[in-house]
């Protein structure tokens, strides 16, 4: 760890210690220096400011086929009331057991059964859901009655109350993606206390009623205003707008639709980003990276993903990390069947702080 200009290892570049002792300098000169709570920064120049960028994160699978038992297992042996949320981390191997898939996204497994409720909170970091398996739950997003059907997508902006709740009769799974590790870089994750869940206001959420075509947004909106318009992308929409484009998408071309806010063009977050992408059968994508890292939930289908040098295979129901500036293409080993990806990733908070780079190979 130790060792002058030069000699800074990508190991110490791992690591979040500041060598404090530069060997060459006296003894006494560097007790002085930690007394004072001051350091020397050139030892340590080379680690903070690496030539090559480094990601302590690693390309990673969490198959379904593995979770779900667990998860199950979860709801037997865990209570809701005890809880709170009943979520299994997907803790990337690469940061040494934090509550971080990526160094700025968090991603979990949460399982409601039936007849449960999740009591109403809320908080600083933002989240986001993707409805992995069940139906008949719901969540309710400041009054908002969001059904949960799979595929969809259902955020849950900073500071906004939100409860879960199930009347169906088979246990719900649904991914949640937040921004806790970049809150928490800032010191600001807070929650409120807990309240009971409420009775949503509305039977509807405006995806349902309002925003049911795109191109067109309401004059007037029957919905509170909360400055977050839209909160759920109903996957049957999503789909339908996904094939239409693959109908007629040239065949080296992508297939890949952002969700936005349908009144600004923005992301649904501030923080974070969502994409879903239909990759025809047989289709390989070229290659790409960016500084955003990105969570990918299989909706549809099996194949494969490069990610740097790490060879992912996945299935519907997995979830797999792309860590920052890896490099990555994304098979469709399927012949017959279309696949389908919905990721969430960084890219708005970089963009903020003017750190967004990307990189598309031809
Ligand atoms: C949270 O509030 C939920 O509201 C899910 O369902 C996952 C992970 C970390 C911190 C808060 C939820 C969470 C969470």
């Not at 060459?24 to 709570?37: F, I, K, V």
């Not at 994160?57 to 209570?79: F, M, N, Q, Y």
């Not at 007849?115 to 719901?138: C, D, K, N, Q, S």
Request: contains cysteine; proline residues 9%; aromatic residues 8%.
């Amino acid at each position: 760890m130790t060792g002058g200009w030069g000699m800074i290892t990508r190991a110490d570049a791992m690591t979040d210690a500041i060598p404090t002792r530069d060997t060459t300098l006296p003894p006494d000169y560097s007790s002085a220096l930690e007394a004072n709570a001051l350091g020397p920064l050139w030892t340590a120049l080379h680690m903070l400011l690496p030539q090559e960028r480094v990601a302590r994160p690693v390309p990673h699978r969490w198959a379904w086929k593995d979770a779900r038992p667990l998860l199950l297992e979860a709801a037997r042996l865990v209570p809701i009331e005890q809880a709170e949320r009943r979520v299994l981390v997907l803790a990337n191997p690469g940061l040494g057991g934090s509550y971080a898939i990526t160094s700025t996204l968090f991603a979990g497994l949460q399982i409601i059964l039936p007849g449960e409720l999740a009591p109403r909170h809320h908080h600083t970091p933002a989240a986001l859901r993707m409805i992995v398996e069940g139906t008949g739950a719901f969540t309710t997003v400041d009054g908002v009655r969001c059904d949960m059907e799979p595929g969809d997508l259902i955020i849950t902006p900073p500071m906004r109350w939100h409860d879960h709740g199930h009347e169906g009769t088979a246990p719900v799974v649904w991914l949640d993606g937040l921004d806790l590790p970049l809150v928490r870089a800032f010191d600001a994750s807070r929650a409120s206390a807990l309240k009971p869940a409420e009775h949503p206001l509305t039977d509807a959420d405006p995806s349902l009623d309002e925003f049911t075509a795109a191109g067109l947004v309401p004059k007037r909106s029957r919905y509170p205003a909360t400055g977050y318009p839209m909160v759920r992308w109903p996957w049957r929409t999503v789909r339908q707008a996904l094939q239409a484009m693959a109908r007629t998408a040239a065949p080296e071309a992508t297939v890949v639709l952002r969700y936005v806010d349908p009144t600004s063009g923005r992301a649904p977050l501030r923080t974070m980003g969502a994409s879903a992408q239909w990759l025809r059968p047989g289709e390989r994508t070229g290659r790409e990276r960016r500084t955003a890292s990105a969570v990918y939930h299989v909706i549809e289908g099996r194949g494969e993903s490069v990610v740097g040098e790490t060879r992912l295979a996945w299935e519907r129901g997995d979830t797999f990390v792309v860590p920052p500036w890896h490099w990555t293409r994304h098979v469709n080993a399927a012949g017959d069947a279309p696949a389908c990806l919905f990721s969430f990733d960084d890219e708005p908070a970089l963009q903020a702080l003017g750190l967004f780079e990307e990189e598309i190979e031809p």
